[in-house]
């Protein structure tokens, strides 16, 4: 069938992410006889070697995401894999310790464990086979191989760059670049990761990050250098995807949300992680920065805000109430005012709401303090919230039990609604505010981009952010 991306009813229960909970894969610890290369061997590449070995980021000269790949030579001119003999496969020796010196790769990292090692070598002792279903194969993605679209896919993200230029969209395998107006694709960012759930411009607009992976098997941040086109950093984390990017005030260092309901930090240069926080009880999905950086805001599926003191790791308060009932749902989108720490939240319920970041009074049982303002309820579940530039309006899609969505443009102060945005024909995922305040964006599950006038609602435009294949399969 090619290499096609087919949207199925199988999207809704993805994109519905606050409905269905689910368990994050875990690592069989029974180690099998005859060792698969896709089921046993590939899944310990993707989490530990892909990162730095993948088309987009060839350290070494050595690519490790297909079969064909480890037959190469390194850049040192030895085979990555022999069949037969582990001793004479370079990507074997780079795992084990060698001379009293500890395992090579992967780098900076902890060595893989002695069942990972052991299932590598068994692997290539057996013969190396490669067991990929003709399937797999033909969903190669990667600059040579770029994704081909039948249908536009469900857009989870858009980003603008700080000079309102660029206009970043979230594909599959791949972020695409667009000018702003809509009026031409730049560039397409290919990468890892099946599913791209986040992505966000440093503040200085040099790099772009990204939070995706493979659902159910790995997650991955990603930081691109926008000018050079190049995949600055991979860092392949957990055993799903990955959500809620966000940057510190000073492009130093990168937050993110996990399905295993941990807060992330990292240095955005080295992908040192610097910050781990599990208070939360569910899913990850969104995270922000207070203004000077010195704490993160964290929203869950488990119905929280909670507030983390960056330098101590420690989970502070739940800026949202934690009274039985008084939030209905899980929370889905955060984002911070320009000037304030004020914070914007969407999620289950339907209802924006704007809460303060430090609590000035006691918490009592029944209160929702630190609640400044909340907005007339959307139809559905809101997926995306955003402030205008300078903070004095509100942007918010949601998406319905029926199929469709919307997006509504609020007073912030007075939660008075401006406009609802025309167009929409299906749920909304995304919504972004364009740095100069003169257009928004939305997108969502049928795929199109829309631009709208954030004073009126009108549509000024819309476009397919992928090229579409004018190819049909045979039935």
């Known amino acids: ?86 001793e004479k496969s370079e990507l074997y020796r780079q795992i084990t310790p060698r001379d009293g010196k500890p395992p090579a790769m992967p780098r900076q990292k902890d060595p893989l464990t002695d069942r990972d090692v052991r299932i ?43 000079d309102s230029e660029i206009l970043a969209v979230a594909g599959y395998h791949e972020i695409l670049l667009h000018k702003a107006d809509g009026t031409a694709l730049v560039a397409r960012l290919i990468g890892l990761s099946e599913r791209i759930q986040s992505i966000a411009f440093s503040p200085d607009g040099k790099y772009l990050a990204a939070t995706g992976g493979d659902p159910g098997r790995f997650g991955e941040v990603q930081i691109w250098d926008v000018a050079k086109r190049q995949l600055k950093l991979s860092l392949p984390i957990t055993y799903d995807t990955v959500y809620g990017a966000s940057w510190s005030h000073d492009g130093k260092k990168l937050a993110f949300g996990c399905a295993d309901n941990s807060l992330r930090a990292i240095e955005a240069d080295t992908g040192k992680q610097i910050l781990f926080q599990g208070a939360h009880s569910d899913w990850v999905l969104d995270t922000v920065w207070s203004k000077d950086s010195g704490h993160l805001i964290s929203v869950s599926r488990d119905m929280s805000m909670k507030l983390t003191e960056v330098a ?129 964006a939305s997108a969502g599950f049928d795929g199109l981009v829309r631009l709208s006038n954030p004073d009126d609602g009108k549509l000024i435009s819309e476009f397919t952010p992928v090229p579409l294949s004018t190819k049909t399969t045979a039935k």
């Not at 692997?123 to 797999?136: C, F, H, K, N, R």
């Not at 770029?146 to 896919?153: F, G, N, T």
């Open 120 to 162: 590598v070598k068994r692997w290539i002792e057996q013969g190396a086979a490669d067991d990929t279903p003709a399937s797999a194969r033909a969903a190669l993605v990667d600059d040579d191989h770029p994704p081909v679209y039948q249908l536009p896919p469900v857009i989870t993200s858009l980003a603008y760059s700080p």
């Open 312 to 440: 101590t790791q420690r989970m502070e308060d739940n800026i949202t109430s934690i009274t039985p009932g008084a939030l209905k749902g899980g929370l889905i989108a955060l984002d911070r005012h320009p000037e304030k720490n004020e914070l914007l939240i969407g999620g289950a319920d339907g209802v924006p709401k704007i809460y303060q970041m430090l609590r000035t009074k006691d918490r009592k049982i029944g209160d929702d303090y630190n609640l400044i303002r909340a907005f007339p309820a959307l139809p559905g579940r809101v997926f995306a919230v955003s402030f205008s530039p300078e903070g004095n309006r509100i942007v918010a899609g949601s998406s319905s039990g029926d199929g469709k969505g919307e997006v509504r443009i609020f007073n912030a102060k007075d939660a008075k609604p401006v406009a609802t945005v025309e167009g929409q024909r299906g749920p909304v995922y995304t919504v972004a505010y364009r740095p100069d305040g003169k257009m928004i």
């Open 1 to 86: 069938m090619g290499r096609f991306v087919v949207l199925t009813w199988l999207v809704i229960a993805w994109a519905e992410i606050s409905v269905v909970a689910q368990t994050p894969a875990k690592k069989d610890d029974k180690e099998p006889d005859k060792v698969s290369y896709y089921k046993d061997v590939r899944p310990i590449f993707q989490q530990h070697c892909q990162g730095c070995h993948q088309p987009a980021k060839a350290e070494g000269s050595f690519v490790m995401s297909s079969y064909a790949d480890l037959l190469q030579k390194t850049d040192h001119d030895v085979p990555g894999l022999v069949p037969g003999e582990p």
